[in-house]
Nanobody
């Protein structure tokens, strides 16, 4: 069982930065692939970024590539999402997710555990 708690969301102006954190409970954090998804009002949940057991396995949605960076600290049971050059269209609730296995995935149904979400609002 893994419990995930996100933090770091908030209100920021366009062009600004935020760093989201996801703290995981459980002793097997390093054996889970991790990801961030987001859901804007009236839209489906979408993949943002994923990371496998190591930093060499990372994927990004085209919409955030070059602006967002996902990383993980296995010793601290935490995954991060550094978001730079934020745009109003990045406004959404951001969710952390964990999946058993080495490789990062891009589909929400492939993830076994989810956090409660943190709101990110980017003003124009």
């Amino acid at each position: 069982q893994v419990q995930l708690v996100e933090s770091g969301g908030g209100l920021v102006e366009a062009g600004g930065s935020l760093r989201l954190s996801c703290a995981a409970s459980g002793r097997s954090f390093s054996s889970f692939a991790m990801a961030w998804f987001r859901q804007a009002p009236g839209k489906n949940r979408e993949f943002v970024a994923g990371i496998g057991w190591t930093d060499t396995n990372r994927y990004y949605a085209d919409s955030v590539k070059g602006r967002f960076t996902i990383s993980r600290d296995n010793g601290g049971n935490t995954v991060y999402l550094q978001m730079n050059s934020l745009k109003p269209e990045d406004t959404a609730v951001y969710y952390c997710a964990a999946a058993r296995g080495y490789y990062a995935r891009t589909k929400s149904y492939e993830y076994d555990y989810w956090g409660q979400g943190t709101q990110v609002t980017v003003s124009s």
